[in-house]
C-alpha cells in the first residue's frame, strides 16, 4: 500500500517566513508539500548570533561543558581537545547518520528540515547564522536528503533521520534535486546550488541532530490531511444512509446536544446538511415506513466520526505546542545558562500519533460495515446483489468490499500503540525512548488506508444511489455521485475496476470529494 500524497484544496503560502516564533500546521505542509520557500527574519538571526557567541565563550573555557567541550551520550564526562572539536562534531553527525531502509518520502524530508530550521531560529540552539542560512537555501534549492525508513527510536528526538540531513549540510551523503529526481553526492548537488558546505563549530552537531523534528512534520501533514479525511468521512456516511433508505432524524441538533461532545455535534451538523432536501430520504419518511432504527454504521456515524474528531484536535494541540518548541540538548536559555534537559523525549508526539492511529482505524472499520450493507440484498432495501447489473453473471462491485475488508484489518494491526515499547540504548543512557517515529511511519500508512476504504465507500454509494433511480439523491451527495461518473464508476456490467478504485482514490485525496458536496450544500463542511 503506497502512501498517497493529497494537494491541498486551499492555494499554499508562496514564502514562509521563519524567525522565532511557532510555525503553523499549514505552514509545515505548505513548505513540505507544495515547494514553498523559506524566508529567515531578520531579527530571528540576530538572536541565532547572540547565543553563538555564548557558546564561543563557553568553548574557551577551561571546564567542560556538555556538547561544546565534551563527548555524547554515554561520552558525556570526556573533554575534547579545542582542535579536535571539528572533528567531533562531523563524527557525530556522520556516526549518527545510520538509517537504514526505503527512503523517506520527500514531503516528510522537508518537513523535518523546516522544522530543525524553526528550532535553529529560536535562538536557543547556540549554532552560527549560517547554519541556519545553510538550511533554508538547502530547502530553498529543492535539494532533498535521503532519509533511510529504520534508525529512529524517538529519543533522544529523531537522531538518524536527522543526522542524515546535517551530513548533507556537511557536502557529504546523498540527495535528490527536486520532486522525483535521481539520487546524487550532496557535494556536487550543493556545489550546483551554490551552497557552500558547513564546518561545523562547537555544540553544532549536537544542535542539527537533537528534536522530535520528523515525527512532529509527519504528525503536522497527517492532522492537515486527516482533517479533510473526516469530512470526506462525513459525505460517504450521508451518501450510505440516503442510498440504503436509512432516516436522517437520528441526526437532529436536539438529539445531539443531550451528549455535549463537539466533534459529534459537528458531525451531525454536516450529515443534516448533507441529506437536507433528498427526495431518497422524503421518499420513504411517511407513515408507511416501519423501520425505527437503522443499523450502527448508519446510525452512530457523528459519534464515531465526532470522536475520531476530538481525537484530532487532541493531537493538533499537541502538535501546536510542540511546533512552539526548542528542542535541543544542551540548551541555551533566556539568561544565557546552557542547560542539559529531556525535551526531545517523543512522548507527548507519539502518544497522539498512536492515539489517531485508533482512530482512523475505527472510521474506515465503521465505513468498511456501510459498504458491506450496500452488497447483501437482505439489508440493502431492494437494491441487486453486491449492486451488479446482471445478478448471476456480473459480480459487482463484491471484491470491491473485500479489498476495503482487508485494508481495515491492516489497519487494525497498525492500530497497536508503537509508544508503549521502549528499547535501551547507547550503553543504557537513553534507556527508555518514544518509539514515536515509528508510531508516525504507521500512522501514514494508515491514512492512506482510510482513504482508499472511504474511496470505495463512495464509489459503493453512488452506484446504489443511481440504481434508487427514478428518484433524486440530494444536492450535495448527487453532486458526489456526477463526480465519480465522471471518471466512470456508473452502474452497468462487471469491467476492470482497479483504475476506478485508484481514480475515486485521487478524488479523495485531493479532497475533491468533499469540496463538491460543499459546494453543493453552499455552505463550507466542519
Same mark, same amino acid.
Given at each position: 500500500?503506497?502512501?498517497?500524497?493529497?494537494?491541498?484544496?486551499?492555494?499554499?503560502?508562496?514564502?514562509?517566513?521563519?524567525?522565532?516564533?511557532?510555525?503553523?500546521?499549514?505552514?509545515?505542509?505548505?513548505?513540505?508539500?507544495?515547494?514553498?520557500?523559506?524566508?529567515?527574519?531578520?531579527?530571528?538571526?540576530?538572536?541565532?548570533?547572540?547565543?553563538?557567541?555564548?557558546?564561543?565563550?563557553?568553548?574557551?573555557?577551561?571546564?567542560?561543558?556538555?556538547?561544546?567541550?565534551?563527548?555524547?551520550?554515554?561520552?558525556?564526562?570526556?573533554?575534547?581537545?579545542?582542535?579536535?572539536?571539528?572533528?567531533?562534531?562531523?563524527?557525530?553527525?556522520?556516526?549518527?547518520?545510520?538509517?537504514?531502509?526505503?527512503?523517506?518520502?520527500?514531503?516528510?524530508?522537508?518537513?523535518?528540515?523546516?522544522?530543525?530550521?524553526?528550532?535553529?531560529?529560536?535562538?536557543?540552539?547556540?549554532?552560527?547564522?549560517?547554519?541556519?542560512?545553510?538550511?533554508?537555501?538547502?530547502?530553498?534549492?529543492?535539494?532533498?536528503?535521503?532519509?533511510?525508513?529504520?534508525?529512529?527510536?524517538?529519543?533522544? @528526538?529523531?537522531?538518524?533521520?536527522? +543526522?542524515?540531513? !546535517? =551530513?548533507? /549540510?556537511? #557536502?557529504?551523503?546523498?540527495? %535528490?534535486? *527536486?520532486? @522525483?529526481?535521481?539520487?546524487?553526492? +550532496?557535494?556536487? !548537488? =550543493?556545489? /550546483?546550488? #551554490?551552497?557552500?558546505?558547513? %564546518?561545523? *563549530?562547537?555544540?553544532?552537531?549536537?544542535?542539527?541532530?537533537?528534536?522530535?523534528?520528523?515525527?512532529? #512534520?509527519?504528525?503536522?501533514?497527517?492532522?492537515?490531511?486527516?482533517?479533510?479525511?473526516?469530512?470526506?468521512?462525513?459525505?460517504?456516511?450521508?451518501?450510505?444512509?440516503?442510498?440504503?433508505?436509512?432516516?436522517?432524524?437520528?441526526?437532529?441538533?436536539?438529539?445531539?446536544?443531550?451528549?455535549?461532545?463537539?466533534?459529534?455535534?459537528?458531525?451531525?451538523?454536516?450529515?443534516?446538511?448533507?441529506?437536507?432536501?433528498?427526495?431518497?430520504?422524503?421518499?420513504?419518511?411517511?407513515?408507511?415506513?416501519?423501520?425505527?432504527?437503522?443499523?450502527?454504521?448508519?446510525?452512530?456515524?457523528?459519534?464515531?466520526?465526532?470522536?475520531?474528531?476530538?481525537?484530532?484536535?487532541?493531537?493538533?494541540?499537541?502538535?501546536?505546542?510542540?511546533?512552539?518548541?526548542?528542542?535541543?540538548?544542551?540548551?541555551?536559555?533566556?539568561?544565557?545558562?546552557?542547560?542539559?534537559?529531556?525535551?526531545?523525549?517523543?512522548?507527548?508526539?507519539?502518544?497522539?500519533?498512536?492515539?489517531?492511529?485508533?482512530?482512523?482505524?475505527?472510521?474506515?472499520?465503521?465505513?468498511?460495515?456501510?459498504?458491506?450493507?450496500?452488497?447483501?440484498?437482505?439489508?440493502?432495501?431492494?437494491?441487486?446483489?453486491?449492486?451488479?447489473?446482471?445478478?448471476?453473471?456480473?459480480?459487482?462491485?463484491?471484491?470491491?468490499?473485500?479489498?476495503?475488508?482487508?485494508?481495515?484489518?491492516?489497519?487494525?494491526?497498525?492500530?497497536?500503540?508503537?509508544?508503549?515499547?521502549?528499547?535501551?540504548?547507547?550503553?543504557?543512557?537513553?534507556?527508555?525512548?518514544?518509539?514515536?517515529?515509528?508510531?508516525?511511519?504507521?500512522?501514514?500508512?494508515?491514512?492512506?488506508?482510510?482513504?482508499?476504504?472511504?474511496?470505495?465507500?463512495?464509489?459503493?454509494?453512488?452506484?446504489?444511489?443511481?440504481?434508487?433511480?427514478?428518484?433524486?439523491?440530494?444536492?450535495?451527495?448527487?453532486?458526489?455521485?456526477?463526480?465519480?461518473?465522471?471518471?466512470?464508476?456508473?452502474?452497468?456490467?462487471?469491467?476492470?475496476?482497479?483504475?476506478?478504485?485508484?481514480?475515486?482514490?485521487?478524488?479523495?485525496?485531493?479532497?475533491?470529494?468533499?469540496?463538491?458536496?460543499?459546494?453543493?450544500?453552499?455552505?463550507?463542511?466542519?
Amino acid at each position: 500500500m503506497s502512501t498517497i500524497a493529497p494537494s491541498s484544496s486551499r492555494t499554499a503560502a508562496a514564502s514562509v517566513t521563519v524567525g522565532t516564533g511557532p510555525l503553523s500546521i499549514d505552514d509545515v505542509v505548505a513548505v513540505a508539500r507544495h515547494g514553498a520557500s523559506v524566508t529567515l527574519d531578520p531579527a530571528g538571526l540576530e538572536g541565532v548570533a547572540a547565543s553563538r557567541a555564548i557558546v564561543e565563550g563557553l568553548a574557551a573555557d577551561p571546564e567542560p561543558h556538555y556538547g561544546i567541550s565534551t563527548g555524547f551520550g554515554a561520552l558525556a564526562t570526556t573533554f575534547i581537545a579545542e582542535d579536535r572539536r571539528a572533528q567531533l562534531q562531523a563524527s557525530l553527525v556522520r556516526s549518527h547518520a545510520a538509517g537504514s531502509g526505503a527512503e523517506v518520502e520527500r514531503e516528510v524530508v522537508r518537513a523535518l528540515m523546516l522544522l530543525r530550521l524553526s528550532t535553529l531560529m529560536t535562538g536557543r540552539t547556540g549554532v552560527r547564522r549560517e547554519t541556519a542560512e545553510t538550511y533554508a537555501a538547502i530547502l530553498n534549492a529543492g535539494i532533498t536528503p535521503v532519509v533511510r525508513e529504520y534508525g529512529s527510536l524517538g529519543c533522544s @528526538g529523531d537522531l538518524a533521520p536527522l +543526522a542524515h540531513c !546535517a =551530513l548533507v /549540510a556537511m #557536502g557529504e551523503g546523498e540527495v %535528490r534535486v *527536486g520532486p @522525483g529526481g535521481v539520487t546524487d553526492a +550532496a557535494s556536487e !548537488a =550543493l556545489a /550546483a546550488a #551554490g551552497i557552500t558546505p558547513l %564546518r561545523l *563549530g562547537e555544540k553544532e552537531g549536537l544542535a542539527l541532530i537533537n528534536g522530535t523534528d520528523g515525527m512532529l #512534520g509527519m504528525l503536522a501533514l497527517a492532522i492537515h490531511d486527516l482533517r479533510r479525511l473526516l469530512t470526506t468521512a462525513d459525505v460517504a456516511a450521508a451518501m450510505s444512509v440516503e442510498g440504503l433508505l436509512g432516516t436522517d432524524a437520528v441526526f437532529a441538533e436536539d438529539l445531539h446536544a443531550l451528549r455535549p461532545q463537539r466533534g459529534q455535534a459537528a458531525s451531525a451538523s454536516n450529515l443534516r446538511r448533507l441529506l437536507a432536501g433528498s427526495p431518497i430520504v422524503a421518499s420513504h419518511k411517511g407513515p408507511e415506513c416501519t423501520r425505527v432504527q437503522d443499523a450502527y454504521s448508519l446510525r452512530c456515524a457523528p459519534q464515531v466520526h465526532g470522536a475520531a474528531r476530538d481525537t484530532l484536535a487532541h493531537a493538533a494541540s499537541v502538535a501546536e505546542a510542540e511546533l512552539a518548541s526548542a528542542i535541543d540538548n544542551p540548551v541555551l536559555t533566556l539568561d544565557g545558562r546552557v542547560e542539559s534537559n529531556g525535551n526531545f523525549h517523543g512522548a507527548p508526539v507519539g502518544y497522539v500519533l498512536d492515539f489517531l492511529a485508533i482512530a482512523v482505524a475505527d472510521v474506515a472499520s465503521m465505513s468498511e460495515r456501510r459498504t458491506d450493507r450496500f452488497l447483501d440484498r437482505a439489508r440493502n432495501q431492494g437494491l441487486p446483489p453486491f449492486l451488479a447489473h446482471e445478478v448471476g453473471v456480473d459480480s459487482g462491485l463484491m471484491i470491491a468490499q473485500y479489498t476495503a475488508a482487508g485494508i481495515v484489518s491492516e489497519l487494525k494491526r497498525l492500530a497497536v500503540p508503537a509508544s508503549v515499547d521502549s528499547i535501551p540504548s547507547s550503553a543504557m543512557q537513553e534507556d527508555h525512548v518514544s518509539m514515536g517515529w515509528a508510531a508516525a511511519r504507521k500512522l501514514r500508512r494508515a491514512l492512506d488506508g482510510l482513504t482508499r476504504v472511504l474511496a470505495i465507500e463512495v464509489m459503493t454509494a453512488s452506484r446504489g444511489l443511481a440504481l434508487r433511480a427514478p428518484l433524486e439523491p440530494g444536492a450535495a451527495t448527487g453532486a458526489v455521485v456526477s463526480l465519480v461518473a465522471g471518471v466512470g464508476a456508473v452502474p452497468g456490467p462487471d469491467r476492470f475496476l482497479s483504475p476506478e478504485i485508484e481514480a475515486i482514490t485521487g478524488l479523495v485525496a485531493s479532497g475533491e470529494v468533499a469540496a463538491r458536496a460543499a459546494t453543493a450544500v453552499g455552505a463550507a463542511l466542519a
